[in-house]
T-cell receptor, first 117, second 112 residues
Framework: DQQVKQNSPSLSVQEGRISILNCDYTNSMFDYFLWYKKYPAEGPTFLISISSIKDKNEDGRFTVFLNKSAKHLSLHIVPSQPGDSAVYFC????????????????FGKGTKLSVKP | DSGVTQTPKHLITATGQRVTLRCSPRSGDLSVYWYQQSLDQGLQFLIQYYNGEERAKGNILERFSAQQFPDLHSELNLSSLELGDSALYFCASSVARGETQYFGPGTRLLVL
C-alpha cells in the first residue's frame, strides 16, 4: 500500500507559466515533507521541504503548500523554465513520531515535468 | 554536487555473484541511508546507519547487508545476486536523523 502517492505520472506546461505538482499521503504520522528533482542518470536533488507545523514554505521560484487535514501537499514552480524539466519526487518522513525508524524517507513514484519553450 | 560520493558508478556482474557498493557521506553528516530504485518502482528505503550503528531497516533482502565504518563511509554488500537485483542504488546522508537527506549520484547495477 503506497503511503505517498503522486497520481500524475506526467505534466506538461509552457515556459513562464506555473507548474503545480501534487502529492497525497495516507500516514498521519508523517511530519516532514520534501520535494526532490531528478534528472536521468543522476541522484535526486533536494529542492524544498516543509514541516507539519507550517502550511507554506517558499524558496525562490519554488513554494510548497501543505494541507494536513486533506493529507495533501503541492509544489508550485513559478515561472517554469525549460531547465525545470525533470522527474519530481515527493517524500515524507516521521521525524518525531516513530521510535526506531524515524528518518527514512517514503517516496512517491514521481511526476515527470516537461516545460516547453 | 551534493557532496555525497558513490563508487562505482556502473557495475555489471553475473547472477550468483557478490558486489560491494561504497558511499562517502557529506562532511559532517552522521547518518547514511541506502535506497534502491528499480525500473517499475520508486525509491525504496533499504537501511539506515547513524554514527556507525544500524538505526532502521526497510525492505532489505537477507542477501543484502550494510555497514558504516568509523570514518562514516558506508558499504552495501549484495550477495547471491539475481536478475531482479538490477537497479539503481542510491546513498544519502543527513546531519543526524531524518532531516533533509542529500543523495549521491547512484550506482547502476546490472545483473546478467
Amino acid at each position: 500500500d503506497q503511503q505517498v502517492k503522486q497520481n500524475s505520472p506526467s505534466l506538461s506546461v509552457q515556459e513562464g507559466r506555473i507548474s503545480i505538482l501534487n502529492c497525497d499521503y495516507t500516514n498521519s504520522m508523517f511530519d516532514y515533507f520534501l520535494w526532490y528533482k531528478k534528472y536521468p542518470a543522476e541522484g535526486p536533488t533536494f529542492l524544498i521541504s516543509i514541516s507539519s507545523i507550517k502550511d507554506k514554505n517558499e524558496d525562490g521560484r519554488f513554494t510548497v503548500f501543505l494541507n494536513k487535514s486533506a493529507k495533501h501537499l503541492s509544489l508550485h514552480i513559478v515561472p517554469s523554465q525549460p531547465g525545470d524539466s525533470a522527474v519530481y519526487f515527493c517524500a515524507a518522513s516521521a521525524l518525531m513520531n516513530y521510535g526506531g525508524s524515524q528518518g527514512n524517507l517514503i517516496f512517491g513514484k514521481g511526476t515527470k515535468l516537461s516545460v516547453k519553450p | 554536487d551534493s557532496g555525497v560520493t558513490q563508487t562505482p558508478k556502473h557495475l555489471i556482474t553475473a547472477t550468483g555473484q557478490r558486489v560491494t557498493l561504497r558511499c562517502s557521506p557529506r562532511s559532517g553528516d552522521l547518518s547514511v541511508y541506502w535506497y534502491q530504485q528499480s525500473l517499475d518502482q520508486g525509491l525504496q528505503f533499504l537501511i539506515q546507519y547513524y554514527n556507525g550503528e544500524e538505526r532502521a531497516k526497510g525492505n532489505i533482502l537477507e542477501r543484502f547487508s550494510a555497514q558504516q565504518f568509523p570514518d562514516l563511509h558506508s558499504e552495501l554488500n549484495l550477495s547471491s545476486l539475481e536478475l531482479g537485483d538490477s537497479a539503481l542504488y542510491f546513498c544519502a546522508s543527513s546531519v543526524a536523523r531524518g532531516e533533509t537527506q542529500y543523495f549521491g549520484p547512484g550506482t547502476r547495477l546490472l545483473v546478467l
